[in-house]
């Protein structure tokens, strides 16, 4: 793994609200707004953009962990702007405090953590699997 990132490096992510990420249960639509799942979803995606740059060719970054506190709605069409930041950075670790904004409006807080593995041993993992 490189380590070409410090604390405090940030990294933003910016994407609009679709109808794909309503919060839908056994195809019920329960709220037209951006679901906590799809949000859990762009938090981890925020948080990788850093191992993007970070990995070897033999490696892969795995989600460790996420945690989101949901603070208001964000509605079809509306931009979210999530910006991650590194809060600590090991031999193969990163963990990130995401922010989800709607221009002023706070979205979400929460964090995230990968951890970066060979291909090779993740091939071995998830071969087990299918």
């Known amino acids: 793994m490189k380590h070409n990132v410090k604390v405090g490096d940030k990294r933003e992510y910016r994407r609009s609200v679709t109808a794909t990420d309503f919060a839908t249960f056994d195809h019920e639509v329960l709220h037209r707004v951006c679901s906590t799942f799809s949000l859990a979803r762009d938090f981890e ?3 990788r ?3 993007i740059d970070m990995r070897e060719a033999d490696e892969e970054g795995v989600g ?3 945690s989101i506190d949901h603070k208001s709605p964000a509605f079809e069409g509306e931009e979210i702007i999530f910006t991650a ?3 600590e950075v090991g031999p193969m670790h990163l ?9 002023d409006r706070l979205i979400a807080t929460g ?3 990968q951890k970066m593995l060979k291909r ?11």
């Open 120 to 130: 090779e041993r993740l091939n071995q993992l998830f071969g087990r699997h299918g």
């Open 49 to 51: 953009l850093f191992f």
């Open 111 to 113: 964090k995230t953590g």
């Open 85 to 87: 930041t590194v809060s």
């Open 64 to 66: 460790t962990h996420v």
């Open 45 to 47: 995606w925020s948080s």
């Open 95 to 103: 963990w990130c405090t995401i922010e989800a904004r709607v221009g």
